[in-house]
């Protein structure tokens, strides 16, 4: 068996498109050698920042040889037909072609074509062109005079199946089987002969670590041990980690010091700084916890000075960094919040919705009404509404899109705002995605709720909703945001309500279909719900059986409630009581579906108590027991216990599992049988006061 090894060396890739590119190339080759008729054994993959590698063992010499039956035209068909049915399958007289019967279709002719084999390496030499012509970039560029189109100019292809080059061009560029180490420490060229020399090659004299795994590795060592010797913490960033393992063919962790009286700027602004423009990993001193004088650079040298030049070079430009963000910060803070708030009727938001300071009318407006029922001050509420964009216009953050929120948090303490206004700033962006926590303070909750909701009630109202898999201005997160932070806070929300007063007190405009839009936008939230609460592990039918009741309740549906129903419904159905019940609610309510088919279920259903006093014992037994349970679960349900109200209801199981024993619900007398679909259509209206059971499995 043949082992083959295949590296693309180009200039630098960016460091976020190499895992992809890895996966690509290695998908793309393991297709066409299979598409070839070639197996293999395993297929494995490295890239770096100037290469991508692929190593493929367990191949044959050639493909197996294959006879193929190629059906034609029916004996007697035009000579054009007969003519390209032999160019097709490569005869040259017909005579070469067998004939074949079929009972309906008479007779036609057939060709046995008998294709050989082909060898590894022809296959190879065809397909990895085609791949290297056909790869998808993000982004690719041309150069020279050439056509070809590849992240950065290619610079070598090393081919090698069984110790030998596989012989290709691509773009006038040669086949080979030299490639190159690390630029400053092991350039080579090396000669290869295959994966585990050329691996060997690299790793040791080369001077480059081909795995992202071992460069992840190394880098994640390397930072902890100069952590652990300077007393310091690693503020973790897993998705920096991951791009400077794209940035280094041989990291190198060297420890920085940072000027630290920069360390009076707020630490997100520190942090982000190394981040986005340096690529460093910020530290926390191991004893405070506090941001410390330090950071840390991944090299891709191992310098004879252990890195002393490098983190001095490094510290400079972090300087000359953080002098501008001080610069930042002084200019913002000279500005009041209200200053800037001003600034936003200039900006739009959307076509149809206004101008940013537009929305934060809206949502301060709502942001106030909200506050009551989320137990918040009004009046901080509103405040916290009004400054809540205001920072989008400061320097800050127009160098910093991503410390929104944050930046209006601190200016806002700066100014001597309220620490539960300034917090809201910051926390009514929150949740912005399923792992961001929701916000827990009562102002940050309304602030929160208020914006959200307005926009989700202003897009409605401009009819521009999700479609499908397209939700440009996230909607859906939006609306799961809003579900999440009621659900985690426990807000008992008529949610319905505000929806519908906020439509018609900020979108003043006579919009036909009204109730339409609010009743299409309350079932959008009721989808969030339901997501919700599977993501969390709910059965999908207790969900919607306890959804099902809320949403047609008077004022529409108070999501904590269903949470409450849902939980209380799923821990019944466990206990035997809950599953016999179940089980004689779903033949009550198959007796009345039926019925109800028929056309012969009387509209006004009554029992009628004189008709059961001269029925069996167990018709009577039932009928006392729905009027007993019928009483007893009006307090749970009026205190929403529903675990209370179940517990009631599980008295019903006895009575109505031997009413189906002993009553025929079919009487011969209309009037009887009239009055026990009574009392199955007591039963169902009792259990459906809780949840829709007919929604549930089982």
């Excluded at 029922?373 to 509404?385: K, M, T």
């Excluded at 529903?642 to 619900?665: I, Q, Y």
Aim: aromatic share 6%.
């Amino acid at each position: 068996m043949s082992d083959l090894l295949l590296e693309i060396f180009s200039e630098e890739i960016p460091a976020r498109m190499q895992a992809k590119a890895e996966a690509d190339l290695g998908k793309a080759l393991g297709e066409a050698l299979k598409a070839a008729g070639l197996g293999f054994g395993a297929l494995e993959t490295a890239s770096g920042p100037r290469r991508l590698s692929v190593h493929v063992t367990g191949l044959p010499v050639k493909s197996a040889d294959v006879a193929e039956e190629r059906k034609g035209p029916k004996v007697g068909s035009p000579e054009q037909a007969i003519a390209g049915f032999l160019k097709g399958a490569g005869l040259t007289s017909i005579d070469q072609a067998e004939v074949r019967s079929d009972p309906k279709k008479g007779d036609f002719y057939v060709a046995m074509l008998d294709k050989p084999g082909r060898l590894t390496a022809d296959v190879v030499a065809e397909a990895v062109p085609a791949i290297i012509r056909g790869f998808h970039w993000p982004k690719s560029m041309r150069w020279g005079t050439g056509e070809l189109r590849w992240v950065r100019p290619l610079q070598r292809i090393a081919c090698v199946l069984d110790g030998k080059i596989v012989p290709f061009e691509v773009d006038g560029l040669a086949s080979g089987n030299e490639t190159e180490g690390h630029r400053v420490h092991g350039r080579g060229p090396f000669t290869v002969t295959g994966w585990a020399d050329y691996s060997k090659q690299l790793e040791g004299e080369g001077h480059v670590r081909l795995t992202r795994d071992a460069r992840r590795d190394v880098i994640a060592k390397g930072i902890a041990d100069v952590c652990a010797k300077a007393g310091l913490t690693w503020v973790e960033d897993a998705g920096l980690l991951e791009e400077v393992t794209g940035l280094a063919e041989w990291p190198v962790v060297v420890l920085g010091d940072m000027d630290p009286d920069f360390l009076d700027l707020p630490p997100e602004v520190i942090t982000l700084s190394m981040r986005t423009h340096q690529k460093y990993f910020a530290v926390n001193d191991a004893k405070t916890g506090k941001l410390a004088p330090h950071f840390i650079v991944v090299a891709n040298i191992d310098a004879s000075d252990g890195g002393k030049q490098i983190a001095a070079g490094n510290a400079r430009v972090l300087s000359a960094r953080l002098s501008d963000a001080r610069f930042f910060w002084e200019k913002d803070k000279a500005t009041p919040l209200d200053e800037m708030a001003k600034k936003l009727s200039t900006i739009a938001f959307k076509d149809g919705l206004g101008s940013l300071g537009d929305k934060v009318d809206r949502v301060a407006a709502l942001a106030r009404e909200l506050a009551p029922a989320v137990g918040a001050d009004a009046d901080l509420a509103e405040r916290a509404a009004r400054l809540s964009k205001a920072d989008l216009v400061s320097e800050m953050v127009g160098e910093f899109p991503e410390l929104q929120g944050v930046m209006g948090r601190y200016y806002a303490l700066e100014a001597g705002e309220k620490p539960s206004v300034a917090d809201a700033i910051r926390d009514h962006y929150k949740p912005q995605g399923p792992s961001d926590a929701v916000p827990t303070d009562p102002v940050s909750i309304a602030a929160a709720l208020a914006d959200k909701l307005d926009t989700l009630v202003g897009f409605w109202a401009i009819d521009e909703k999700p479609t499908g898999s397209k939700d440009p201005f996230a909607l859906r997160r939006a609306a799961l945001g809003v579900v999440r932070t009621m659900l985690e806070n426990r807000i008992p929300l008529y949610l319905r309500y505000f929806l519908e007063k906020h439509f018609a007190v900020s979108f003043k405009r006579d919009y036909l279909g009204a109730a339409d839009i609010i009743d299409n936008l309350e079932s959008f939230f009721a989808d969030r719900l339901s997501v919700a609460l599977r993501d969390a592990g709910g059965r999908h039918d207790l969900v919607e059986a306890g959804l099902s009741i809320e949403t047609g309740s008077e004022g529409g549906a108070i999501f904590t409630r269903v949470v409450q129903r849902v939980e209380a419904l799923g821990a019944f159905l466990d206990t035997e009581d809950g599953a016999t019940l179940l089980a004689g609610y779903k033949r009550a309510a198959n007796i009345l579906k039926a019925e109800e088919k028929k056309g012969a279920l009387p509209e006004n259903l009554s029992v009628d108590a004189a008709l059961i006093k001269k029925g069996p014992k167990e018709e009577q037994a039932l009928y006392a027991a729905l009027s007993n349970v019928g009483e007893a679960i009006v307090a749970p349900l009026e205190a929403e216990e529903f675990a209370g109200a179940m517990g009631e209801l599980a008295k019903l199981r006895g009575p109505v599992d031997a009413f189906f024993e002993g009553v025929m619900v079919n009487d011969d007398d209309p009037a009887v049988r009239a009055n026990r679909l009574a009392l199955l259509s007591d039963v169902r209206a009792n259990l459906h006061k809780v949840a829709d059971f007919s929604l549930i499995e089982g």
